[in-house]
């Protein structure tokens, strides 16, 4: 089992900046892939960015690509996403999740978080 607490939402304004964690519990190799979601209101869950936790090779989303960063700190087994340049289009829940092979999609992910909020203003 994997368990996985998001922090780091809140609200923010247009062009601003937020940092979510992901801490990891129970980490094995069943959570060899680390990847944000989004569920904005109304919407599909979608793909935001993945990272290996062996190698940091990352991947992102083109809707965030150049304002977000996903990066690890593998003693502290936690994932991080940077979010600059906010948009209100943004405006989400956010999930981490656990996959055993490199995914972009919801369904090859096995363990999530809580979620937490992230609220753009405009």
């Known amino acids: 089992q994997v368990q996985l607490v998001e922090s780091g939402g809140g609200l923010v304004q247009t062009g601003g900046s937020l940092r979510l964690s992901c801490a990891a519990a129970?980490?094995?190799?069943?959570?060899?892939?680390m990847g944000w979601f989004r569920q904005p209101p109304g919407k599909e869950r979608e793909f935001v960015a993945a990272?290996?936790?062996?190698?940091?090779?990352?991947v992102y989303a083109d809707s965030v690509r150049g304002r977000f960063t996903i990066s690890r700190d593998n003693a502290k087994n936690t994932v991080y996403l940077q979010m600059n340049s906010l948009k209100p289009e943004d405006t989400a829940v956010y999930y981490c999740?656990?996959?055993?092979?490199?995914?972009?999609?919801?369904?090859?992910?096995?363990?999530w978080g809580q979620g937490t909020q992230v609220t753009v203003s405009s």
């Open positions: 129970g980490r094995t190799f069943s959570s060899t892939v």
């Open positions: 999740a656990a996959a055993s092979t490199w995914a972009t999609l919801p369904e090859e992910y096995v363990y």
């Open positions: 990272i290996r936790w062996s190698s940091g090779i990352t």
